[in-house]
T-cell receptor, first 117, second 110 residues
Framework: GAVVSQHPSRVICKSGTSVKIECRSL??????MFWYRQFPKQSLMLMAT?????????EQGVEKDKFLINHASLTLSTLTVTSAHPEDSSFYIC?????????????FGPGTRLTVL | SQQGEEDPQALSIQEGENATMNCSYK?????LQWYRQNSGRGLVHLIL?????REKHSGRLRVTLDTSKKSSSLLITASRAADTASYFC??????????FGTGTQLKVEL
């Protein structure tokens, strides 16, 4: 089946630093990649939709200058949390889809636990 | 914003019993997808039902969709302890975008 990896799985950083999270589709070319954040015992909140070679589309309320998304290839998207603060601590999950039928399942990465001290 | 609510928020049953979870959504959808999530992990796709379908089966899973009521249900038959997880429904819109519900935490006890 389709596999999506994320790196790192866990990161602890100091307030004010930037953190980059990678999302890779390992055995397929992803038409679209999505970035979510999830707080404990809550649902996934879509942050942005990313298509290879174009600018990401951010959801309302998500600061694009705070959460930089780069989708350099059909198998790699990165999320950079700039000048991280403790309130950015969360579980960040990416997903990828293959195809544009509108009925494509999303394949999720294992998530990245970010803790900002 | 979230697509809608899931009901119940938490469900505890004995192994062998059936588990039913409901999901309501707000906007029009192309499809509705169910996923499971084990604690601290990513989501695993379970089943997709299109907006023109009413019922779908996959193994021990049965999903129904009522577009007039904007609701869906997931039935897990003969539950096992390994089914313990959180279950989320996601409304599929344009561009394969998903908006998730609040989730149901299922606990299956031996």
């Amino acid at each position: 089946g389709a596999v999506v990896s994320q790196h790192p799985s866990r990161v602890i950083c100091k307030s004010g630093t930037s953190v980059k999270i990678e999302c890779r589709s390992l055995d397929f070319q992803a038409t679209t990649m999505f970035w979510y954040r999830q707080f404990p015992k809550q649902s996934l909140m879509l942050m942005a939709t990313s298509n290879e070679g174009s600018k990401a589309t951010y959801e309302q309320g998500v600061e694009k200058d705070k959460f930089l998304i780069n989708h350099a290839s059909l198998t790699l998207s990165t999320l950079t949390v700039t000048s991280a603060h403790p309130e950015d601590s969360s579980f960040y999950i990416c997903s990828a889809t293959q195809g544009n039928s509108g009925h494509n399942e999303q394949f999720f990465g294992p998530g990245t636990r970010l803790t900002v001290l | 914003s979230q697509q809608g609510e899931e009901d119940p928020q938490a469900l505890s049953i004995q192994e062998g019993e059936n588990a039913t979870m409901n999901c309501s959504y707000k906007t029009s959808i192309n499809n509705l997808q169910w996923y499971r999530q084990n604690s601290g992990r990513g989501l695993v796709h379970l089943i997709l039902i299109r907006s023109n379908e009413r019922e779908k089966h996959s193994g021990r899973l049965r999903v129904t969709l009522d577009t007039s009521k904007k609701s869906s249900s997931l039935l897990i038959t003969a539950s096992r302890a390994a089914d313990t997880a959180s279950y989320f429904c996601g409304g599929g819109g344009g561009g394969n975008k998903l908006t998730f519900g609040t989730g149901t935490q299922l606990k299956v006890e031996l």
